[in-house]
T-cell receptor, first 113, second 115 residues
């Protein structure tokens, strides 16, 4: 029961450029989260945005949420080689409880030095 | 502060063998989860435990059992491994209360191959 779908599936950019990844979902949500996964490692939480928020920043990360379009975007500014990883959006549905977080299939980002 | 610790990191099984994946967290979290990650499929929830003493099925529970041994530990058992269970398994935990109760903390994973 995939809820979030990331786009594009893969993205390759040069160091210093900005990277934008998008996530679309189907049902009403309580919040949407973005996670990063380096190769061979577990997922690391990056940022959480609630349904009543439209934009959130954390360092070089900017997340937007458009609940009318059921979509979110993650922008990484001034990318670095160390940002090379897979990025997943995860949605927590409205009225959900523990165990209801649903992950998308991810965007694989490659940042070339 | 170790966070979420999974053992083993790698395992190879023959079809029909059994094994238990161990997970422990030291963050005093109430909720714990087991996910599997397959290429092109993202993460899918196998089982979760909202609190000590409770367990619930996730999206793909068939072929697995779990035990919430205490607040810290949540194990995943494959009674009779099948090739379809070849995957990377992740344990995660979260706090049950507070502003970020939906935020998950992940272990580093167990890569399991079933031949």
């Amino acid at each position: 029961s995939q809820q979030g779908e990331e786009d594009p599936q893969a993205l390759s950019i040069q160091e210093g450029e900005n990277a934008t990844m998008n996530c679309s979902y189907k049902t009403s949500i309580n919040n949407l989260q973005w996670y990063r996964q380096n190769s061979g490692r577990g997922l690391v939480h990056l940022i959480l945005i609630r349904s009543n928020e439209r934009e959130k920043h954390s360092g070089r990360l900017r997340v937007t949420l458009d609940t009318s379009k059921k979509s979110s975007s993650l922008l990484i500014t001034a990318s670095r080689a160390a940002d090379t990883a897979s990025y997943f959006c995860a949605t927590f549905p409205y009225g959900g409880s523990q165990g209801n977080l649903i992950f998308g299939k991810g965007t694989k980002l490659s940042v070339k030095p | 502060n170790a966070g979420v610790t999974q053992t083993p990191k790698f395992q190879v099984l023959k079809t029909g063998q059994s094994m238990t994946l161990q997970c422990a967290q030291d963050m005093n979290h109430n909720s714990m989860y087991w996910y599997r990650q397959d290429p092109g499929m993202g993460l899918r929830l196998i089982y979760y435990s909202a609190s000590e003493g409770t367990t619930d099925k996730g999206e793909v529970p068939n072929g697995y059992n779990v035990s919430r041994l205490n607040k810290r530990e949540f194990s995943l058992r494959l009674e009779s491994a099948a090739p379809s269970q070849t995957s990377v398994y992740f344990c995660a935990s979260s706090d049950a209360f507070g502003d970020l109760k939906e935020k998950l903390f992940f272990g580093s994973g167990t890569q399991l191959s079933v031949l």
